[in-house]
């Protein structure tokens, strides 16, 4: 073998070697440039009674559903109630300021159901639970003025921690008779 073909098999390992470091190195700087949103995957999951949990970062969404009457029964600009329970698993408090989804106008926060639509701004203190199910004059979540019927068809929900990050969740919706029916669904 001739010292060019053995100079130029040995060039070709070298620039072989330099291009599987420079990738690994690509690799790495791209993870540590990330943010942590996106390093919290978020995650979703049904549970044994049919609704959904889910979770991102240290925030966890648990029994998230939807109450509605029967489809006969829901018309467009009906106001649904929205339930979950939020557990905040980190040393800090966290904060859920948004809500949305495409099949209603806007979500809300209300102390009861009867009391005043406000924006979603609420905070889950550290190593705390907050309880946003129903219940007679329960805080809850509520999408108002869906803009067609839901049935029985989950929905996808998204919900915004500004530190933890955004998790989209399929929703189910849920017939009234299953829950205790706070807030009555009807356009306030």
Sequence with gaps: MDTSSHRRRTDLRRAAALCVLLAACLVLALQACGSPRQHARPQATWSRNGLVDGQVGAVRLLHVHILAPPMNEQKAGDDLGLYLTLVNNSDRPQT???????HAERVVYREGPSSPQQA????????????LQQGHDRPHLE?????RPLGATPVDVTFRFPTAGTITLRIPVLPLSRGAGSPTPGHS
């Design 120 to 131: 979603v701004d609420v905070t889950i203190p550290p190593h705390g639970v907050l309880s």
């Design 96 to 102: 859920l300021d948004g809500v949305s989804t495409v």
């Design 143 to 147: 999408l108002v003025d869906i803009h």
